[in-house]
């Protein structure tokens, strides 16, 4: 196996073009601020910080929704930047804050990705698989023909994230994904991803808000405040 | 003159200035405040028309291509840069590829019309290419700036659905696909609704034309087909071009969407 980490930032900066003053230039603010971090294969990564500190474009860095001013972000020791936009994402599966369905069923949702191009080659789940890894996220109680438009937003959520997993990645990047939900739905989304961390052996980086302790695994914790990425001390959890 | 058609003397003309002023009328009864705009329109409409009369006359006379050639790309810039001017996207530069595009189709599609089915000889005779450019050009403005607008917006109204789609591993051509549909079917639609209406609710405006000159409405009939067909055509193909060029330009690099 590569010693290389999964993930990693180098000396990245990133600034936000702010609201020019009045009969000024614009003026820029400050996201991150040549930020290291360093993420092995398997790891489970929970980020927190205050609102606007830059959270999530940190994890939209290593998907390339964002380009870093300066620095560089690695999967594998290569550089985001040099890999096709689709295969990287492929590999390094982002999962927006605001869960997003298209107009269809369940069913038309979960297979959206195998339409792509970026797809060919993976096998197309059946009903059974759809409607077993739904269970696996606690909704089995959704049946794949039912519009996804009529879903809670809690049922949303673990809709794309069974949507995400069903692409096979090698990352979840997962952006504040219990920040709506109701105690249970959090639940079923938080074991998800250790699950994914600790059998599939993929690597989880999570935003939070709110501090959080998973079950099976102890998590690497960083904070994130003024453009700055401070290792935070760590959190109760399980074996990994 | 032509003997089938009656002259317009300059004093029956200024009688048309009538119309203007009951629009003026209508503005002031009921303080709508467009009387400068009406004024200025109308000194326009004389205005450009006479040039455009002496212009024409001049392109027939001299009879060269390069001339006609010229005033029809002339007329595509202008053309696109109205449509330019009706579309509300600021932060995606897309002036160029709209000015080439609008007159490399348009140039194309008014060369098949008068080489190949008009079969005026030669294929860019002033009398027919002009006028026939003109009319592709007129119309297939309004719909490429439609188009154009709704793509901008819906890419800018969908853009977590655009991003969910690139996060599942598609392109920005897969991830903007139904945006890009949406947008051809929006500058489509109105010249489709023109073909339904043709000859129930209206005589358009080619075929008045004809009629007044004297033409037997048989041929003028066929001529307006041509055109209705020649319009949809023109508008399918800019619309349809143009908005995939300029998706491209919505998407920065590594596929990331620029509009949000």
Not at chain 1, 17 to 34: E, K, S, V
Not at chain 2, 152 to 158: A, I, Q, T, V, Y
Not at chain 2, 171 to 181: L, M, N, T, W
Request: proline share 7%; glycine share 10%.
């Amino acid at each position: 196996m590569s010693s290389l980490p999964h993930l990693a930032l180098a000396r990245v900066s990133f600034t936000h073009p702010a609201a020019a003053a009045p009969g000024g230039a614009p003026a820029c603010r400050a996201i991150l601020d040549a930020v290291d971090l360093v993420v092995p294969r398997g790891a489970f990564v929970l980020l927190t910080g205050p609102s606007g500190a830059g959270k999530s474009t940190l994890l939209r860095l290593f998907c390339r929704l964002e380009e870093p001013g300066s620095g560089q972000v690695l999967l594998d020791g290569e550089a985001v930047d040099s890999l096709p936009p689709a295969l990287l994402r492929r590999r390094v599966s982002y999962l927006q804050q605001t869960p997003c369905v298209v107009p269809g069923s369940v069913r038309e949702n979960l297979l959206l990705p195998f339409g792509f191009r970026a797809a060919a080659g993976l096998p197309r789940p059946d009903d059974a698989a759809l409607t077993e890894l739904l269970a696996s996220l606690a909704a089995e109680d959704i049946p794949l023909a039912q519009e996804a438009a009529t879903l809670s937003v809690g049922q949303r959520q673990r809709l794309c994230l069974a949507r995400a997993l069903l692409t096979r990645p090698e990352v979840l990047l997962l952006d504040e994904p219990m920040s709506a939900l109701d105690p249970s739905s959090a639940r079923a989304v938080l074991a998800a991803a250790e699950s994914f961390c600790l059998d599939a052996g993929g690597t989880v980086l999570l935003v939070s808000h709110a501090e959080l302790a998973p079950d099976r695994v102890t998590p690497r914790h960083y904070r994130l405040e003024a453009g700055r990425l401070e290792p935070g001390r760590l959190m109760g959890g399980g074996a990994a | 003159m032509n003997p089938g058609v009656l002259d317009i003397t300059p004093w029956r003309l200024a009688l048309a200035l009538v119309f203007s002023l009951l629009a003026g009328g209508c503005s002031l009864a009921l303080k709508l405040g467009l009387g400068r705009d009406i004024l200025i329109g109308t000194v326009r409409t004389f205005a450009q028309l006479f040039l455009m009369g002496w212009v024409l006359g001049l392109v027939f006379a001299v009879d060269s291509p390069w001339l006609v050639l010229g005033l029809f790309l002339v007329m595509a810039g202008a053309a696109a840069h109205t449509a330019r001017g009706r579309v509300r996207e600021s932060s995606v530069a897309f002036a160029w590829p709209m000015y080439a595009s609008m007159a490399a189709v348009y140039l194309l599609v008014t060369i098949t019309v008068t080489g190949a089915i008009v079969d005026a000889t030669p294929w860019w005779k002033p009398q027919y290419f002009l006028p026939i450019g003109g009319m592709v050009l007129g119309n297939s403005m309004n719909s490429v700036a439609v188009a154009l607008d709704r793509l901008f917006s819906d890419l800018r109204g969908h853009a977590a659905q655009v991003e969910m789609r690139l996060c599942l591993g598609a392109d920005a051509a897969e991830a903007s696909a139904e945006e890009v549909k949406s947008a051809v079917r929006a500058g489509l639609i109105p010249s489709i609704n023109s073909m339904m209406a043709v000859g129930l609710v209206s005589i358009p405006g080619m075929m008045t034309g004809q009629i007044l000159g004297g033409t037997d409405p048989s041929q003028a009939i066929r001529y307006q087909i041509v055109v209705m067909l020649m319009i949809v055509g023109a508008t399918a193909l800019g619309s349809t071009m143009l908005t995939l060029i300029i998706r491209r330009r919505c998407f920065g690099p590594g596929d990331r969407p620029l509009l949000r």
